[in-house]
């Protein structure tokens, strides 16, 4: 199954919520796209928007996560 990707974004460029563990980023259509720290770390790279069709990248190496991990302590 191909994956059509609407574009790549730095995590930086993210805003995450410690309370959800989400990272979320501004879709065209309103909503917002999402994808969870714990996925993340998992090796999933890809943030979904709930409201239609378009995913993004997300750009980031894995010591990237660990300053989001220790918000959470």
Known sequence: ???TIYDEIEIEDFT???VTQLFQYPCPCGDRFA???DDLE???DIA???SCSLMVRVIF???DLE???EQLK
């Open 61 to 63: 190496e894995p010591e």
């Open 48 to 50: 979904v928007c709930p």
């Open 42 to 44: 998992d090796g999933e």
């Open 67 to 69: 300053e989001f991990r």
């Open 16 to 18: 995450f919520d410690p």
């Open 35 to 37: 994808v969870a720290l």
């Open 1 to 3: 199954m191909s994956e």
